[in-house]
């Protein structure tokens, strides 16, 4: 009796190499399940970030237009040019009553610039900035090659 109990114990540590492959093989279909997910996180981040910027660009270009009777960020005159450094001074600098409208102007989270482009035409984004400002519409938007250039 006690050599038939040795046949039916079955004891053992570990997993075979079969198993370990089977597992292997498993995981690797997770992972490449996954693998689109994560990419597409990343992406809708950007998105969010460049939406989140815009509004908050745009809502400093509205309460300055309103608070200075309707000129644009860093017009002298309406319907005035209005310099790249003109609108950062004036949407990013203190006004003469002491305002601040952005502490900083946000990056594009595309290309990673913060610099703003101005004038009455778009030449599309040849010259790479982070943002665009139409001095003529008051438009604002993001100004590199992606398809969110027209948010």
Same mark, same amino acid.
């Given at each position: 009796m006690g050599g038939h109990d040795r046949i039916f114990k079955v004891s053992r540590k570990g997993i075979t190499i079969p198993e370990f492959f089977i597992i292997l093989i498993l995981l690797g279909m997770v992972?490449?399940?996954a693998m689109p997910r994560i990419s597409n996180a990343k992406s809708d981040i950007k998105m969010n970030d460049l939406m989140s910027n815009l509004q908050l660009v745009r809502s400093s270009i509205v309460l300055y237009k309103v608070e200075h009777d309707g000129l644009l960020p860093g017009q002298q005159i309406?319907?005035?040019e209005v310099s790249?450094?003109?609108?950062?001074?004036a949407?990013?600098?203190? /006004?003469?009553n002491g305002k601040r409208y952005l502490d900083k102007m946000p990056r594009n989270? #595309?290309?990673g610039l913060c610099s703003v482009r101005t004038g009455g035409f778009d030449l599309g984004s040849a010259t790479g900035g982070g943002w665009f400002f139409n001095t003529k519409t008051g438009r #604002?938007?993001? /100004?590199?090659?992606?398809?969110?250039r027209a948010y």
């Open positions: 992972t490449a399940m309406k319907g005035g790249e450094e003109d609108f950062l001074k949407i990013g600098g203190s /006004d003469s989270p #595309f290309n #604002f938007r993001a /100004d590199d090659p992606g398809y969110h």
